[in-house]
């Protein structure tokens, strides 16, 4: 009797070991293994991912389709990041925008506008510290930014040591020094102490 119950209780058991391989589904073929991408150098999106000091600006590129292209590795680009302390110090915020664009807290708005307004400013903000091209030369020429009418150009301080790289050597056109340099594959991130204007 007891038999026929244990019997019982392995009958199913045995029902799917019996299985044939032809029955059976393969998850994965052991012919074709999976190999994950490999890059010498971190994407811009990498570096802005692990620098803690432009989380900030980070934060509010990321909500905008530009962003992809920090990512991209057939697009290169020159990045140019305000720390956040330098983002903190700014007396309107990016998503409040500067200028013409700016929000003003007495006029109201819809939600939907309010929103809309935000996000321009905000790709206005962001477009201002991105040169779409890798290398540049960091000298008095004008180099375009993302945003319309907008560029770059840079002017040299006096440094004794000329064996310093050459962007400790120089501020950006409105003033702010470049505080590091970090290489990606697909560009380079210089990390700066004043935010530059969309105006």
Known sequence: MKLQHLS???L?????????????????????????????????SDLLTIEQSASIF?????????????????IK?????????????????????QGSGAILDDIHITE???????????????SAHIIPKFP????SNEHP??????????????KGDNKEPAWTRVTLNDGAHILSMKEASNGVLYLIDTAISPE
Not at 26 to 36: A, E, K, L
Not at 112 to 126: F, H, M, P, T
Request: glycine share 2%; charged share 20%.
């Open 145 to 158: 930014t993302l945003l319309d009418g907008k560029s770059i150009s840079f002017k040299p301080i006096s």
């Open 8 to 10: 019982l209780v392995f």
């Open 112 to 126: 939907d506008e309010y929103e809309r307004k935000s996000r321009e400013n905000v790709e206005r903000w962001v």
């Open 58 to 74: 980070y934060s509010y590129a990321r909500e905008l389709e530009l962003s992809k292209m920090f990512n991209d590795q057939n």
């Open 12 to 44: 199913p058991f045995i029902s799917l070991v019996s299985a044939s391989s032809s029955e059976q589904i393969t998850m994965g073929s052991i012919h074709n293994p999976f190999v994950p991408e490999k890059h010498t150098h971190p994407t811009l």
């Open 77 to 97: 680009a020159t990045l140019f990041v305000p720390t956040n302390k330098a983002v903190m110090s700014l007396a309107r915020k990016p998503h409040q925008g």
């Open 136 to 139: 540049i030369n960091l000298d």
